[in-house]
């Protein structure tokens, strides 16, 4: 069984929300990849559209967008998702996960693409009801 830590930004107010995800909305997320776009359903926001733009795995290591599939692949990296370097040019090995979501996955960054009839914490609150 799937579980998910969903951080949710929301670019209108800079703030962002950590909700958990499980059962079967966790494992119908399996196999969504970096930029697709999902129901806000998922996380229990009616009307809202989020879209996938990151995350990390159970042991800490991120996913990029540009390399396929859900597996861990060690790159050379000279910059971006999972290495910054310190002086321009250097390069570096290093293991980062792949663009699609899968069940090692830990964290899922969210960020709000549509806005739905109610703000978050009000949707969240009806729904603990």
Same mark, same amino acid.
């Given at each position: 069984?799937?579980? =998910?830590?969903?951080?949710?930004? !929301?670019?209108?107010? %800079?703030? +962002?929300?950590?909700?958990?995800? *499980?059962?079967? &909305?966790?494992?119908? $997320?399996?196999?969504?990849?970096?930029?697709?776009?999902?129901? %806000?359903? &998922? $996380?229990?926001?009616?009307?809202?559209?989020?879209?996938? *733009?990151?995350? @990390?795995?159970? !042991?800490? =290591?991120?996913?990029?967008?540009? $390399?396929?599939?859900?597996?861990?692949?060690? $790159?050379?990296?000279?910059?971006?998702?999972?290495?910054?370097?310190?002086?321009?040019?250097?390069?570096?090995?290093? *293991?980062?996960? %792949?663009? *699609? /979501? @899968?069940? !090692?996955?830990?964290?899922?960054?969210?960020?709000? /693409?549509?806005?739905?009839?109610? @703000?978050?914490? !009000?949707?969240?609150?009806?729904? +603990?009801?």
């Amino acid at each position: 069984m799937a579980e =998910f830590k969903a951080v949710i930004a !929301d670019p209108k107010s %800079g703030k +962002a929300y950590k909700r958990d995800v *499980t059962g079967h &909305y966790a494992n119908a $997320l399996i196999g969504k990849k970096i930029g697709d776009e999902l129901d %806000g359903l &998922y $996380l229990g926001l009616p009307g809202y559209k989020l879209a996938i *733009t990151g995350g @990390s795995d159970k !042991d800490g =290591f991120p996913m990029r967008s540009d $390399l396929p599939g859900p597996r861990r692949k060690r $790159l050379l990296l000279s910059g971006g998702v999972g290495y910054h370097p310190d002086r321009p040019g250097k390069r570096k090995k290093k *293991t980062v996960r %792949g663009n *699609t /979501v @899968s069940p !090692d996955i830990l964290q899922l960054n969210l960020r709000i /693409v549509q806005r739905g009839p109610k @703000s978050i914490e !009000d949707a969240w609150q009806e729904q +603990a009801r």
